[in-house]
């Protein structure tokens, strides 16, 4: 498979990305608790999912050994339109509170939104889309 990258999770982007994880889980528990709308639910469990492989991609390595897809890149989108729907979701949620856990589930919902934010901008610094990805040779 690949090697574990065991200094990615003390990383700036790794601790990003398990606070990521750690929010977006307790938003999915504070809807799944209250019985919040099935959206809201799915939304929570589609961030878990989606930043734990993420997270494990860069752990793992993988992101070097498929180079089809320029990572950080999508990374970036998914944290972006993430943000958008967590913008939308988390709103309604605390507006129509329809229990305290809906509320605290978006509350937390809000907070994640601020590190999608936050691991968008990070990644973004860091990438450079116009030196190479790893080719040694040079393009035709």
Do not use: Q
Request: aromatic share 12%; hydrophobic share 55%.
């Amino acid at each position: 498979m690949g090697t574990v990258d065991s200094a990615y999770p003390r990383s700036p982007r790794g601790a990003i990305k398990i606070a990521r994880l750690l929010v977006a889980f307790a938003t999915f528990i504070c809807f799944v608790v209250s019985r919040s709308h099935e959206a809201y639910t799915a939304l929570a469990i589609m961030e878990v999912i989606i930043t734990l492989l993420f997270f494990l991609l860069y752990l793992l390595k993988l992101d070097k050994k498929m180079k089809w897809l320029f990572w950080p890149l999508a990374d970036i989108f998914n944290s972006v339109i993430a943000a958008v729907f967590l913008l939308v979701v988390c709103l309604f949620a605390i507006i129509i509170k329809t229990n305290y856990g809906t509320l605290v589930g978006g509350v937390f919902g809000l907070v994640l939104l601020v590190l999608c934010i936050v691991d968008a901008v990070v990644l973004f610094r860091k990438i450079s889309l116009s030196g190479p990805r790893g080719r040694n040779y040079p393009t035709r």
